[in-house]
């Protein structure tokens, strides 16, 4: 554990610390024999040949010859991090989980957020699902909800898994492209499933494009069930609310930011916990009773569909808090093994085909990709309370199990280990009743795929519609064959008929002249990103400044936006130190060349003439205001940082001098008492983005 590195020791994971290790002090084999000397190999005279006895030589090669294990089919880039798990209330009226009974049990937690399609090494801001994975450490074993950031699948049926991932994945003859659904394979399967329909409009909506992974929702996706302890059990949803407030790049942002930190999402994770700005998100429920199963005009069994919070709404439950990184990211992050299969009691899963083909997927994927099936011992994945059972051996076993006996029934080992009761807290599944002829077919009521991708276009706010239509040109303006394109727009045509015409216009389509579905007209808040949360708090603001800064300017801002939780950096053009008006030397963060405007949220420019002199001689400080009001972003200047608003000549703004707060995000005042400005900066910063800015769209959205 490093020393920024802040744990709460209340809710440290204890399993895991008998496995913690630290650097020590003398290095040795892994047989623990002193080593003397690990920079020259054993040779016969200096330039002589190499000599087999060298065993710490071989022992060293052939350890780092196998340090690769196969990295996750798809998710396979991802960021973890530790914490817990508090409920508000009892569940126990819904419940027998024990995690979920008692408001004073902080549950230990690992979660894994991860992108689908790129390989491990790929960016993080690319336009792609998020993966959101919770491991609960509880006191009845281990409880995992593998979820998405988007409520709803591609598919209805695990079968189709394969044919998606294929599909989204690099294209089998070039490996083309990385990280990105843009290019033909994908757009020609989607273009073949309806079912996708739904899916497809949240993909090219901002939700693939979060600004952080603080502020990006979760989902359960699939219906799960309950199970109280008189045996009743009810429907269930899952929903993660980030307290941040939802939140995404615009698009051009986001791939700037793949080239200028490609590691942008699980940096800014690591610094907010390694700061102690926990990342905290709110556990909701939407509760079905057994009897209302069929009262919806969609089957709640059907993965592409979500059931709107007018209908059932989400009542929170508890607050997840992460609060410690890390220590290694191999042996916690790449080997934790998330299956929807690991349930509690009280806890149980519906017959939703997409979650019944996964309680089989996640299992055999891990013992592939951890190589045994004594992955489950591996101490990221070790439940907290006791385990004991007869399954033995195995490639890594890691318990020194000491009984005589494994198997069951025994009578020489006085038949223990034994098996529970469900009084006694054994897992026993709901007795649902089902019966049915054995068939390869689809449930009629899973047949209707249009009418949410509806309310889902109709429940955006105009700028989230010219960014969901920007991003289906960007996309599908990279699928060479026609019929791909005519295929598509017939199927938004489906949707919506305005979304279908504007998207032919950027793709080479004819408009269809014909309204193939009428739309419903219905609408649901809760999908719209444009009633989230608005706050400055954990927001980042680069100052500009050079040598003759005004530094009482810079102290009182970022005095302000301390208070406001919202950290500042100095952004200069060299590192080092520069020298303020009155001789104070002021550390730099960040050059021009290390903190591009993308990575921040906001900008602030203080007064100093000799300062924004040498600022405004500087193309990239110029540039770095534009792109931030290009990405919509609060600009603030005071003193003589106006002119630098000006010399950036901002399309539509002319009045900087008198503004103090304006409807555009720029907050300026000519006095040298910055501390006037602080209020309408921070409110602005909170807005997150401004959309009344003049700025060339098109760039902007492409
Ligand atoms: Fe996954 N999925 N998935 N998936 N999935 C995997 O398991 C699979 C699906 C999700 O951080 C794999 O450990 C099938 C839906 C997350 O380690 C694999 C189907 C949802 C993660 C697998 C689905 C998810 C995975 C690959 C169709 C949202 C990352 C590596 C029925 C509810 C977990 C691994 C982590 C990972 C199979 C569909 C979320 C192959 C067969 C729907 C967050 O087992």
């Not at 419940?95 to 979920?100: H, I, V, Y």
């Not at 990342?279 to 069994?301: A, M």
């Not at 951890?370 to 994945?381: A, C, R």
């Not at 008198?658 to 400005?677: C, H, K, P």
Request: net charge negative.
């Amino acid at each position: 554990m490093t020393e920024q590195n802040h744990v709460n020791e209340n809710t440290k994971n204890e399993a895991l610390e008998p496995y913690r290790q630290d650097a020590g002090d003398k290095l040795t084999t892994n047989q623990g024999v002193k080593v003397n000397d690990t920079d020259n190999s054993l040779k016969a005279g200096t330039r002589g040949p190499s000599i087999r006895d060298d065993f710490h030589f071989q022992e060293k090669l052939t350890h780092f010859d196998r340090e690769r294990i196969p990295e996750r089919v798809v998710h396979a880039r991802g960021s973890g991090a530790h914490g817990y798990f508090q409920p508000y209330q009892s569940m126990a009226e819904f419940t027998k989980a024990k995690f979920l009974k008692d408001p004073s049990i902080k549950t230990p937690v690992f979660v894994r957020f991860s992108t689908v399609g790129g390989s491990r090494g790929s960016a993080d801001t690319v336009r792609d699902v998020r993966g959101f994975s919770v491991k609960f450490y509880t006191e009845d074993g281990n409880y995992d909800i593998v979820g998405n950031n988007i409520p709803v699948f591609f598919i209805q049926d695990a079968i189709k898994f394969p044919d998606i991932v294929h599909a989204i994945k690099p294209e089998p003859d070039h490996e083309m492209p990385q990280a990105s659904t843009a290019h033909p394979s994908f757009w020609d399967f989607i273009s073949l499933i309806p079912e996708s329909t739904h899916m497809i409009m949240w993909l090219l909506s901002d939700r693939t494009l979060p600004r952080t992974l603080r502020m990006m929702q979760g989902f359960g996706v699939h219906t799960f069930r309950w199970v109280n302890a008189e045996g009743k059990s009810r429907f269930v949803k899952y929903h993660w609310k980030p307290l941040l407030g939802v939140h995404s790049n615009v698009f051009d942002e986001a791939q700037k930011l793949a080239g200028k930190d490609p590691d942008f999402h699980r940096r800014d994770l690591w610094d907010s916990i390694d700061m102690g700005d926990y990342p905290e998100y709110e556990l909701g429920v939407q509760i079905i009773e057994e009897e209302d199963e069929h009262k919806f005009d969609f089957d709640i069994l059907d993965a592409t569909k979500l059931i709107p919070e007018e209908l059932v709404p989400v009542r929170p439950i508890g607050k997840m808090v992460l609060n410690r990184n890390p220590d290694n990211f191999f042996a916690e992050t790449e080997q934790v093994a998330f299956q929807p299969s690991n349930v509690v009691p009280g806890i149980d899963f519906s017959d939703d085909p997409l979650l019944q083909g996964r309680l089989f997927s996640y299992h055999d994927t891990q013992l592939h990709r951890l190589g045994s099936p004594n992955f489950v011992h591996l101490p990221i994945n070790r439940p907290v309370c006791p385990f004991h059972n007869n399954q033995q051996d195995g490639r890594m076993q890691m318990e020194v199990k000491t009984t005589r006996v494994n198997y069951s029934p025994n009578s020489l080992g006085e038949n223990l280990p034994a098996v529970s009761s469900a009084e006694e807290g054994g897992y026993v599944h709901y007795p649902e009743r089902v019966e049915g002829h054995k068939v390869r077919e689809r449930s009629p009521s899973f047949k209707e795929h249009f009418s949410q991708a509806t309310l889902f276009w109709n429940s955006l706010s105009p700028i989230e519609k010219d960014h969901l239509v920007a991003a289906a040109h960007f996309e599908l303006g990279k699928v060479g064959d026609q019929g791909v394109r005519d295929r598509m727009v017939d199927r938004f045509n489906h949707v919506d008929h305005e979304l279908a015409k504007r998207i032919a216009q950027g793709i080479g389509v004819a408009a269809p002249s014909a309204i193939t579905v009428q739309n419903h007209g219905q609408s649901s808040e809760a999908l719209s990103q444009k009633n989230t949360t608005k706050t400055a708090k954990g927001r980042k603001v680069a100052i500009l400044a050079a040598n003759g800064v005004e530094a009482a300017q810079i102290m009182s801002i970022k005095q302000a936006l301390k208070a406001a939780g919202v950290v500042a950096e100095v952004v200069s053009q060299f590192k080092g130190t520069i020298k303020s008006a009155d001789g104070k030397e002021i550390e730099v963060d960040k050059t021009f060349l290390t903190g591009a405007s993308v990575m921040f949220d906001a900008v602030y420019v203080p007064g100093g003439a000799k300062s924004i002199q040498a600022l405004q001689m500087n193309g990239e400080a110029v540039d770095f205001i534009h792109e931030a009001f290009k990405h919509y972003k609060a600009i603030a200047a005071s003193g003589e940082g106006v002119e630098l608003l000006k010399a950036a000549n901002l399309q539509g703004v002319s009045r900087l001098d008198s503004y103090v707060q304006d409807d555009q995000g720029i907050v300026t005042t000519r006095s040298a008492d910055a501390s006037e400005i602080a209020k309408s900066f921070i409110n602005a910063i909170a807005q997150h983005r401004h959309w009344n800015r003049l700025v060339h769209k098109d760039k902007v959205l492409a």
